[in-house]
């Protein structure tokens, strides 16, 4: 069974400095992961995905997210936080389901904090 | 293209009752999966519909359900409520062509109060 980790509960960090939110995950076979921000009261909002190919993935919005498959981790990255950063993040990997189809594993999130 | 639409957005019920929540997925996508989303449990899978058929289904009892029509558009159900099913409902929809790689659009969800 896949699993997701986020060590974090929450990041706090000051505008204009890069921050880091941390995933971990644990799968069997090829990793297809994703993350996800969700705002007070809105569903999730999709930034970015890693299937294959470059570990450096670019998303929306500035975000970045380094894949490295030897520590099993996939942070999410931005060179320069903004205030209106602030919410909660969320990884998540995607079960190969010998039936096809989706079902996404995620973590338990990381309540990032956006300070001038 | 218009994203994902969920209604109601809120909903109270009270302990015993039944509720119906209702997702339309972004035109032509073919595959919605449900979620519930509480502060205990985090986001869980509850299931998927993939061209009205359920292919896949989480860990919830039987009083979980769902069913897919023909325009791909989902409904699901919660029959004998209990205070434990309050939750934000989450659904997501995505292509869903078997091997694909596609990412799954969430909608705002409906936030569903059991009193």
């Known amino acids: 069974a896949q699993s997701v980790a986020q060590p974090e509960d929450q990041v706090n960090v000051a505008e204009g400095n890069p921050l880091t939110v941390k995933c971990t995950y644990s799968?069997?076979?090829?990793?297809?992961l994703f993350w996800y921000v969700q705002y007070p009261n809105r569903g999730l909002q999709f930034l970015l995905k890693?299937?294959?190919?470059?570990?450096l993935v670019k998303g929306s919005y500035g975000f970045e997210a380094e894949f490295n498959k030897s520590q099993t981790s996939f942070h999410l990255k931005k060179p320069s936080a903004l205030v209106s950063d602030s919410a909660l993040y969320f990884c998540?990997?995607?079960?190969?389901?010998?039936?096809?189809?989706?079902?996404?594993?995620f973590g338990t999130g990381t309540q990032l904090k956006v300070e001038l | 293209k218009a994203g994902v639409t969920q209604t109601p957005r809120y909903l109270i019920k009270t302990r015993g009752q039944q509720v119906t929540l209702s997702c339309s997925p972004i035109?032509?996508?073919?595959?919605v999966s449900w979620y519930q989303q509480t502060p205990g449990q985090g986001l869980q899978f509850l299931f998927e519909?993939?061209?009205?058929?359920?292919?896949n289904k989480g860990n919830f009892p039987g009083r979980f359900s769902g069913r897919q029509f023909s325009n791909s558009r989902s409904e699901m159900n919660v029959s004998t409520l209990e205070l434990g099913d309050s939750a934000l409902y989450l659904c997501?929809?995505?292509?869903?062509?078997?091997?694909?790689?596609?990412?799954?659009?969430f909608g705002p969800g409906t936030r569903l109060t059991v009193l």
């Open positions: 997501a929809s995505s292509t869903g062509d078997r091997g694909s790689t596609d990412t799954q659009y």
């Open positions: 799968v069997s076979g090829n990793p297809y």
């Open positions: 890693y299937i294959t190919g470059d570990n």
């Open positions: 998540a990997v995607r079960a190969i389901l010998t039936g096809g189809g989706n079902k996404l594993t």
């Open positions: 035109s032509g996508h073919r595959s």
């Open positions: 519909y993939f061209s009205e058929t359920q292919r």
